[in-house]
DNA sequence: CTGTTAGCGCCTTCAG
DNA sequence: CTGAAGGCGCTAACAG
């Protein structure tokens, strides 16, 4: 190792070989057109010679970039975009694609910039795992590229890859409700105060259309407390979950929408000597924290890689469908059970 | 939006603004000697067009190519990669870079495509975050990259950022030795077992040091059970903890090498009815679930995200030092206390 | 079957 | 201050 190892080029490997670059071309890119005994040199002295194209020049004289960008919110690192990406990084090395990712830092300006940059690298596809700025997305689509919106999106036109939240979220509190629980709380962020509410309106509705059905009074705590920070996302959980045990009566169950509240939630049951499923039952959404949690927390697995996986699909055009919806899985685990005698006599 | 809007070049710029491509050139670059007037005109037509410069043309000429390759371990997504991708992401924004993202899959062949990847592209570094064969850090070094060892390295000589383990190890123990405590139990990773042992074994001797200071007996359970899986990580901590609580003597705090193993831990403390920090003390390593815990748990946190960043600017060059070594940091949470009397007397 | 030629879009001397 | 010309490394006609 001296200097700096200049890069060879196909020229260096014609001449070693004795052929025109164009020969070279042909044998990298298997051209049957070239005879065997010349194919076969010419083999030898690029793997003697450690020779490797440059991807750059490649690209600019056939215009194939095989790469995709993968812009992630401010929230990254966080487990749903962390399994999204993985996916995504799995679907692309399966189809030969590679992945440029950037952060818009969820600032609208970042956001154009790295929109922009994914732009001038002459991306084939633009993938938002959580898009700030509709007019971000659209910038996108004009340059050409194929743009994908995973789980939430703009009003923006684009290819969408997202999960059924209503379904699953039925699924856990008819769950509770099949358990003999009628006195089941909610708690969550409010729809209004998200970007795009769809999710958190999902997860809600479905709570309240499942009780209706059976004739539940239904309790809901929406989150006014947005933390931003992740490092603290269990404190809303924490909040909630003490507004609730400051009633009269204390429910028999809790549906957070998400892991992240069934953690604080948790927290605070266990601070206060309630036992979890014993005293009240729990259930969280997204299986991210669950199964690490105290007791490990009965949730609604969104299928995170899946959505990775269906986002590069689809931009690279390797899926017949411009709107994927996922089915999420009920994940029963330890922190739900039937009501005790005491609980439902409490109720009385 | 029709149908394949043709990228804009340099020479419609120029056409549109009555000028040559080289004058375009210029302004693009902020060349001083453009006359004012020429300048704004090519500006306006510029930001009026729509136009970004084709940076695969723009790498093939200068040679810039101004991208990092982070190549993550299939553990990956972990809680430590994700914040090493974050903050490396960060940083290389901040710094005029983009970050190409691949996965070795665990897999050395695997391994060694992406890395070759890499070299295609020419790409200015190479960063593993857990490298899995030591071929191919050589392999990259060799092709002109700069190369980066996060954290856990091959024998493979490069630049490494990794973060002192046996300090924080040393400031965990000894937290539950001014607690009081003298049964400490250790429960981690057999540092024989893994690719690199240097963080199980610097945890692990952090603990018999200290403890051989003051003169207490070392109980060490070390992982026989390596679950790769990273769903069921918790496992092996419930295992090691349901060994120790089936001996005579309960120790009264276990130092757990890892949050996730600690979470195992918590569980079945929980299942057992046991009250933690009341019953027994539990600290872990990582502070990437801890706040999540039940109770919150007191940890040693490592500092991902800073470590990414000290890698990027290592990959850049903008780093001094060849050899970054950061410090961890105690995080004192609820799952620590003094041992109670109930606890000291069952060990008479 | 193989070589020659002409660019891809941009930047950078070198002249004017 | 501006333009013309050549070439980065590779590939795709087009000839032989």
Redesign the interface.
């Known amino acids: 190792?001296d200097t700096?190892?200049q890069?060879l080029t196909i020229h260096d490997v014609a001449a070693a070989a004795g052929v025109s670059t164009a020969t070279v071309t042909r044998v990298l890119r298997d051209d049957p057109r070239v005879a065997l005994p010349t194919r076969q040199r010419v083999r030898a002295i690029v793997s003697q010679l450690?020779y490797?194209?440059?991807?750059?020049?490649?690209?600019?004289r056939t215009k194939q970039?095989a790469t995709v960008a993968h812009i992630l919110s401010g929230l990254?690192?966080?487990?749903f975009?962390?399994?999204v990406?993985?996916g995504l990084?799995?679907e692309a090395?399966k189809l030969g694609y590679?992945?440029?990712?950037?952060?818009s830092?969820d600032s609208p300006r970042?956001e154009t910039e790295?929109v922009?940059?994914a732009?001038?690298?002459?991306v084939d596809a633009v993938i938002f795992t959580t898009p700030v700025n509709a007019d971000n997305v659209v910038l996108a689509?004009?340059?050409?590229a194929r743009v994908v919106q995973v789980e939430r999106s703009t009003g923006a036109p684009s290819i969408t890859v997202r999960v059924d939240n209503y379904c699953g979220g039925r699924e856990a509190v008819e769950l509770l409700l099949s358990l003999g629980h009628r006195d089941i709380a909610f708690i969550g962020l409010d729809p209004d105060r998200a970007t795009d509410g769809s999710i958190e309106s999902a997860r809600l509705n479905a709570y309240l259309d499942a009780l209706q059905q059976v004739g539940a009074r239904p309790r809901v705590l929406l989150g006014q407390h947005y933390v931003s920070d992740v490092?603290?996302f269990?404190t809303p959980g924490r909040l909630y979950i003490e507004e609730i045990l400051a009633t009269d009566t204390t429910p028999t169950a809790v549906f957070a929408a998400s892991d992240?509240l069934a953690?604080?939630a948790?927290?605070i049951l266990?601070?206060r000597g309630l036992r979890v499923p014993d005293d009240i039952s729990v259930v969280g959404f997204d299986d991210t924290?669950a199964?690490?949690?105290?007791?490990?927390l009965t949730t609604v697995a969104v299928p995170m890689r899946e959505l990775g996986q269906a986002a590069l699909r689809c931009a690279v055009g390797a899926s017949l469908e411009d709107h994927v919806e996922l089915k999420s899985q009920l994940v029963v685990r330890e922190s739900t059970g039937s009501p005790t005698r005491r609980q439902v006599a409490s109720l009385m």
Chains 1, 2 share one sequence.
């Open positions: 190792v700096k190892p890069h450690g490797q194209v440059n991807a750059v020049a490649q690209s600019l970039i990254f690192p966080n487990p975009s962390s399994n990406a993985r990084q799995e090395t590679e992945v440029l990712v950037y952060s830092e970042v790295v922009q940059a732009i001038r690298r002459r689509g004009h340059a050409g490092a603290s269990q992240l953690a604080g948790l927290q266990y601070a924290y199964a690490s949690l105290t007791p490990p």
